[in-house]
């Protein structure tokens, strides 16, 4: 069985920071793409940004030069360091991790619980 589990989510100021982390663990063979997702009431779920395990990036337009996605594969964390937030960045955060198993199955998409970010103004 695999969990992603996330932590670092909280309150914060407009114009502070804050880090997430998100940790795969269980019957991992391999981990391909990581990523962070978010969604806010009211609209849909949408990426955020993405790695590989080579460790190429992906970011949306709206975090570009504000948020840092990177990955410990030793670790089989991922991490969102968030810079800058604005209230618009208020959402519940999701891990997503594409994974094979110990057991060759997937890979699949796994997501982890969700982590609530608010930001004030």
């Known amino acids: 069985q695999v969990q992603l589990v996330e932590s670092g989510g909280g309150l914060v100021q407009a114009g502070g920071s804050l880090r997430l982390s998100c940790a795969a663990s269980?019957?991992?063979?391999?981990?391909?793409?990581m990523g962070w997702y978010r969604q806010a009431p009211g609209k849909q779920r949408e990426l955020v940004a993405a790695i590989t395990s080579g460790g190429s990036t992906n970011y949306a337009d709206s975090v570009k030069g504000r948020f840092t996605i990177s990955r410990d594969n030793a670790k089989n964390t991922v991490y969102l360091q968030m810079n800058s937030l604005k209230p618009e960045d208020t959402a519940v955060y999701y891990c997503?991790?594409?994974?094979?198993?110990?057991?060759?199955?997937?890979?699949?998409?796994?997501w982890g619980q969700g982590t609530q970010v608010t930001v004030s103004s």
């Open positions: 269980g019957s991992i063979f391999s981990i391909n793409a």
């Open positions: 997503n991790a594409e994974i094979t198993t110990a057991q060759a199955m997937g890979p699949w998409d796994y």
